[in-house]
């Protein structure tokens, strides 16, 4: 028997614009991302928000005023932010290999995720609020308060690129050579691990913490192989990723069976698979 979710309205303000923002976000983001060779960062920093969902349900437990979607997701943002810093100063200042740092904080932030969730099934007898919206990413219940943080968050985003993106782009191609150039990239290294945590933040509630990874990747790593400059490459990455997500709206709307968060993975993975086949004929 499937289990199907709540049908999608394509044309529901709350979800355009939090779709929107998401796609938007993630997409200008994503070329720095495949610069930089930081793939890898969004996967820690996106399980890492799944610990901080642990930590509200263990909480709730014991604590029923806890117990609602707001808070579950507050501590998820938290624990983002943080491990992004985390991240960011163990692979920079202890001279920790930066997959071997992410790896630490993947690992402890899903047992620790896993931790809480079983602590509050224990108690509660039932699954903790917001288990399968962590997981797997859910639009049918957003707010026009969420769709409004979403959009403030994604408008966060592109001030800091636009207003800093010579001095990121500089940094992402050589970090050394950067910072004998004036550079400051101690500040910018920081800054890229933080616009790393809020994309995932806000990819979290539509495509969950296990796929929004790929949001994150994708649609640059499709851009990079196409485009001839960096501002091709941003511009087409972002094409591509406001028509990914689209298909993933409309197709997640047309078939109830499929999850909104691995429509919108598949249709942006076949994208991906589209680019080989044209890069192979020019």
Same mark, same amino acid.
């Given at each position: 028997?499937?289990? #199907?979710?709540a049908?999608i309205?394509? %044309?529901?303000?709350?979800?355009?614009?939090?779709?929107?923002?998401?796609?938007?976000?993630?997409?200008?983001?994503?070329?720095?991302?495949? /610069? =930089?060779?930081?793939?890898?960062?969004?996967?820690? @920093?996106?399980?890492?928000?799944?610990?901080? +969902?642990?930590?509200?349900?263990?909480?709730?437990?014991? *604590?029923?005023?806890?117990?609602?979607?707001t *808070? @579950?997701?507050?501590? &998820?943002?938290?624990?983002?932010?943080?491990?992004?810093?985390?991240?960011?100063?163990?692979?920079?200042? $202890?001279? @920790?290999?930066?997959?071997?740092?992410?790896?630490?904080?993947?690992? +402890?932030?899903? +047992?620790?995720?896993?931790?809480?969730? $079983?602590?509050?099934? $224990?108690?509660?007898? *039932?699954?903790?609020?917001?288990?399968?919206?962590? !997981?797997?990413?859910?639009?049918?219940?957003l707010?026009t308060?969420?769709? /409004?943080?979403? &959009?403030?968050?994604?408008?966060?985003?592109i #001030?800091?690129? @636009?207003?800093?993106?010579?001095?990121?782009?500089?940094?992402?191609?050589?970090?050394?050579?950067?910072?004998?150039s004036?550079? =400051?990239? %101690?500040?910018?290294?920081y800054?890229?691990?933080? !616009?790393?945590a809020?994309?995932?933040?806000?990819?979290?509630?539509? &495509?969950?913490? *296990? !796929?929004?990874?790929a949001?994150l990747v994708?649609?640059?790593?499709? &851009?990079?192989?196409?485009?001839?400059?960096?501002?091709? +490459?941003?511009?087409?990455?972002?094409a591509?990723?406001?028509?990914?997500?689209?298909?993933?709206?409309?197709?997640?709307? $047309?078939?109830?069976v499929?999850?909104?968060?691995?429509?919108?993975?598949?249709?942006?993975?076949?994208?991906?698979?589209?680019? #080989?086949?044209?890069?192979k004929?020019?």
């Amino acid at each position: 028997m499937f289990l #199907l979710h709540a049908p999608i309205t394509p %044309t529901d303000p709350n979800v355009l614009i939090a779709a929107a923002a998401m796609a938007v976000a993630c997409s200008l983001l994503s070329v720095f991302v495949i /610069l =930089r060779r930081w793939a890898l960062v969004g996967e820690g @920093v996106s399980h890492s928000g799944f610990g901080g +969902a642990g930590t509200a349900w263990m909480l709730a437990a014991f *604590v029923p005023s806890l117990d609602n979607p707001t *808070v @579950v997701y507050a501590f &998820a943002m938290l624990f983002c932010i943080g491990s992004a810093i985390g991240i960011g100063w163990l692979s920079r200042r $202890q001279h @920790v290999n930066g997959d071997a740092a992410i790896g630490i904080f993947l690992v +402890a932030s899903l +047992a620790w995720g896993f931790t809480g969730q $079983q602590v509050y099934a $224990q108690v509660k007898q *039932v699954a903790p609020v917001g288990w399968d919206t962590f !997981l797997f990413g859910r639009l049918e219940s957003l707010s026009t308060g969420d769709a /409004l943080a979403a &959009a403030s968050m994604s408008a966060a985003v592109i #001030l800091v690129l @636009v207003m800093l993106g010579k001095e990121i782009l500089a940094y992402c191609y050589d970090p050394t050579l950067a910072q004998t150039s004036g550079v =400051r990239g %101690t500040m910018l290294h920081y800054l890229l691990m933080i !616009l790393i945590a809020i994309t995932m933040i806000l990819g979290m509630r539509i &495509a969950g913490s *296990v !796929l929004v990874p790929a949001l994150l990747v994708l649609p640059g790593a499709a &851009a990079v192989r196409l485009a001839r400059g960096f501002r091709a +490459a941003v511009m087409t990455s972002l094409a591509f990723g406001v028509v990914g997500t689209s298909i993933g709206l409309l197709a997640a709307n $047309q078939w109830r069976v499929l999850p909104l968060g691995p429509a919108i993975v598949l249709a942006l993975f076949v994208m991906f698979l589209g680019t #080989l086949v044209i890069r192979k004929r020019v």
